[in-house]
């Protein structure tokens, strides 16, 4: 575990932490006046690898070349040079700063939307060490600045990452569907609807990303059910129609070793240190298209919904919703920032049919695919 404290004085600035990989949607912007929570689980912290924040850069002024050493393979509306390995972590595992006034109203529509640069200080020298968030339509969180702080080792030696078997022993999983509250309230309470989930649409967006790539150009098709619900629609109105088509299906821990002749496979990300779960045999060639453990689990053992008994009531032992969760009224739509973030650092977006796609997403937007 480690404790972050300030690069000037060295006061302790969080309470001690785990490295755990960075949330898909660490960055999603989503809604409009939504009341998102905190992005990170207490007792976490996870690293931002690329460059966040000011300043940016149009695409005009940077060199393909240089573009590409970044790794970005195709034009993006701008790139940032601030700093890389930002570190975020939950607000309430912070300790020892204070909110720098004259940075407290800068840019947010209902809080903190961090702007204008660092907001928070170190409370014991004054030196700026991160920038809180909590806009609405923003997970609420502390992004440390890495030039200001620094990571100390504490409690000894540190906890070996779960295996694969540990982690699908938990059981943990992300529901599709899930209340989002918004910024309003009325005489009744905070307002809220049901709506598809927020890391849904950012990890199918990064997942999208990897299937249109793996595509070659050609159809794909997806597992029946849930998987057909988030993927196929967008699939099929972003690649050409007919045949060969290539087939994806879920593969991972705990599931039958994957089908003879899958070409890409759906498989989940290691939470803690961001590793993809590789398969071995006849289906190592296929292409892994990664998905957050708990989405992925979710789709791939997620329990059934249990009918209503036609006579009598539910037994005694069963335990389910009644009435289930409100369903969300409107098709699913992958997030199509996380998208195009992903897209465009994949090598196969050098590709004049997948620079169309990215061309073209300001219309896949109007239309509602996004």
């Given at each position: 575990?480690f404790v972050?404290?300030?690069?000037?004085?060295?006061a302790?600035?969080?309470?001690?932490?785990?490295?755990?990989?960075?949330?898909?949607?660490?960055?999603?912007s989503y809604?409009?006046?939504a009341q998102l929570?905190?992005l990170?689980?207490?007792?976490?912290?996870?690293?931002?690898?690329?460059?966040?924040g000011?300043?940016?850069?149009?695409?005009d002024e940077?060199d393909?070349?240089?573009?590409?050493?970044r790794?970005?393979y195709?034009?993006?509306h701008?790139?940032?040079d601030?700093?890389?390995?930002?570190?975020?972590?939950?607000?309430?595992d912070?300790?020892?700063?204070?909110?720098?006034?004259?940075?407290?109203?800068?840019?947010?529509?209902c809080?903190?939307?961090?702007?204008?640069?660092?907001?928070?200080?170190?409370?014991?020298?004054?030196?700026?060490?991160?920038?809180?968030?909590?806009?609405?339509s923003?997970?609420?969180?502390?992004?440390?600045?890495?030039d200001?702080?620094?990571?100390?080792?504490?409690?000894?030696?540190?906890?070996?990452?779960?295996?694969?078997?540990e982690?699908i022993?938990?059981?943990k999983?992300?529901?599709?569907?899930?209340?989002?509250i918004?910024?309003?309230?009325?005489?009744l309470?905070?307002?809220?609807?049901?709506?598809?989930?927020?890391?849904?649409?950012?990890?199918?967006?990064?997942?999208?990303a990897?299937?249109v790539?793996?595509?070659?150009?050609?159809?794909?098709?997806?597992?029946?059910?849930l998987?057909?619900?988030?993927?196929?629609?967008?699939l099929d109105t972003?690649?050409?129609?007919g045949?060969?088509?290539r087939?994806?299906?879920?593969a991972?821990?705990?599931?039958?070793?994957p089908?003879?002749?899958?070409?890409?496979?759906l498989?989940p990300?290691h939470p803690?240190t961001?590793?993809?779960?590789?398969?071995?045999?006849?289906?190592?060639?296929?292409?892994?298209?990664?998905?957050?453990?708990?989405?992925w689990a979710?789709?791939?053992?997620?329990?059934?919904?249990?009918?209503?008994?036609?006579?009598?009531g539910i037994?005694?032992?069963?335990?389910?919703?009644?009435?289930?969760?409100?369903r969300?009224?409107y098709?699913f739509q992958?997030d199509s920032?996380?998208?195009q973030?992903?897209?465009?650092?994949?090598?196969a977006?050098?590709?004049?049919?997948?620079?169309?796609i990215l061309e073209?997403l300001?219309?896949?937007?109007?239309?509602?695919?996004?």
């Amino acid at each position: 575990m480690f404790v972050f404290v300030c690069a000037r004085c060295e006061a302790e600035l969080t309470t001690p932490l785990s490295q755990v990989a960075l949330p898909v949607h660490a960055h999603q912007s989503y809604g409009n006046g939504a009341q998102l929570p905190v992005l990170m689980e207490s007792g976490t912290f996870a690293v931002d690898p690329e460059p966040w924040g000011r300043p940016w850069r149009l695409w005009d002024e940077i060199d393909p070349a240089e573009a590409e050493a970044r790794g970005i393979y195709a034009p993006v509306h701008a790139l940032s040079d601030g700093a890389s390995g930002t570190i975020v972590v939950a607000p309430g595992d912070i300790r020892g700063t204070h909110l720098i006034p004259e940075k407290s109203g800068s840019g947010g529509c209902c809080g903190l939307d961090g702007s204008g640069g660092p907001n928070m200080a170190c409370s014991a020298c004054g030196l700026a060490v991160a920038s809180r968030i909590d806009d609405c339509s923003l997970w609420q969180a502390v992004w440390l600045v890495p030039d200001a702080v620094r990571r100390v080792p504490v409690g000894g030696t540190a906890a070996a990452p779960l295996s694969w078997d540990e982690l699908i022993e938990e059981g943990k999983s992300s529901p599709p569907f899930e209340p989002i509250i918004t910024r309003g309230a009325s005489r009744l309470g905070p307002s809220h609807y049901w709506s598809w989930s927020p890391r849904w649409e950012a990890a199918a967006g990064q997942a999208l990303a990897h299937l249109v790539a793996a595509s070659e150009g050609r159809p794909v098709t997806v597992p029946d059910g849930l998987i057909t619900e988030i993927f196929q629609r967008a699939l099929d109105t972003l690649l050409p129609a007919g045949p060969p088509r290539r087939r994806a299906v879920l593969a991972g821990p705990g599931r039958p070793a994957p089908e003879t002749g899958a070409d890409i496979l759906l498989v989940p990300v290691h939470p803690q240190t961001g590793q993809v779960w590789t398969p071995v045999g006849p289906a190592a060639p296929a292409y892994p298209v990664p998905l957050p453990l708990g989405v992925w689990a979710w789709m791939a053992f997620a329990p059934p919904h249990l009918p209503v008994p036609s006579s009598g009531g539910i037994p005694r032992d069963v335990l389910r919703d009644d009435p289930l969760p409100p369903r969300p009224a409107y098709l699913f739509q992958a997030d199509s920032s996380t998208f195009q973030h992903t897209l465009v650092r994949l090598p196969a977006a050098r590709s004049p049919w997948l620079r169309n796609i990215l061309e073209n997403l300001p219309h896949h937007r109007s239309a509602g695919l996004f």
